[in-house]
Every structure is written in C-alpha cells, then in structure tokens.
C-alpha cells in the first residue's frame, strides 16, 4: 500500500500561480494522478503521470496548457503547477495511486487505489 499526502494548497487571485505537492510512502506504482472536487460537483480528474519514464503526461481539457505535473523520484514525490488559475479552478485537490493490475493509463478514477486526504485550492480575488 503506498501512502499519499498532498500539500501545497491555499489562497490565490485569478491569473495566479500554485504549486501542489504529493509525497509518497514508496515508489511501489504505476501511476499518479491529481484529481479535485468542487462542493455540490463531482469529481473530476485533473492530470496524470506513469511511473516509468517512458510514459508522458495526461491532463483534462480544462488544465492543457496550464497546469504541468511533474516527478521527483528522489523526494517520492509528484507535483503539479498551477499557471493562470481561474475561480472554477477553486476545489480540493487530491493525488492517488494506481497500484493493481491490469491498468489502464488515464484519470479513471476507478483505476486508483490509494488516496490522499486532499488539500484546498481557493481562486477569489
């Protein structure tokens, strides 16, 4: 089981820049993928990265261009930087793990098995 913690969220105005952390207990996965949930709304997967280099990143239709995931395997560790951030950006942000196989590459949210405990994103001038 890999343990994930997300960090990084807070307060930010419209155009503005956030940089979300999740660290991982070990490198024992497939993938890592951000996802977030705004209040009354379901949830929507946000990006997405393999752990083998091979592998290149996803992102949602809502994010290309400005959001960018990235990976630290040093520091067990996968971010996402936020670039010109929008209010409908505002939500709470989680990071999960694709442990089990067969898998799929992608932001199915039933392909993740372990979670984190999320960290909030809030654009408002």
């Known amino acids: 089981q890999v343990q994930l913690v997300e960090s990084g969220g807070g307060l930010v105005q419209p155009g503005g820049t956030l940089k979300l952390s999740c660290a991982a207990s070990t490198l024992d996965y497939n993938a890592i993928g951000w996802f977030r949930q705004a209040p009354g709304k379901e949830r929507e997967g946000v990006a997405c990265i393999a752990r083998i280099d091979e592998d290149s990143p996803y992102y949602a239709d809502s994010v290309k261009g400005r959001f960018i995931i990235s990976r630290d395997h040093t520091k067990n560790t996968v971010y996402l930087q936020m670039h010109s951030l929008k209010p409908e950006d505002t939500a709470t942000y989680y990071c999960?793990?694709?442990?089990?196989?067969?898998?799929?590459?992608?932001?199915?949210?039933?392909?993740?098995?372990?979670w984190g405990q999320g960290t909030q994103v809030t654009v408002s001038s």
């Open positions: 999960a793990a694709v442990i089990k196989t067969p898998w799929r590459f992608g932001l199915e949210s039933d392909q993740y098995d372990s």
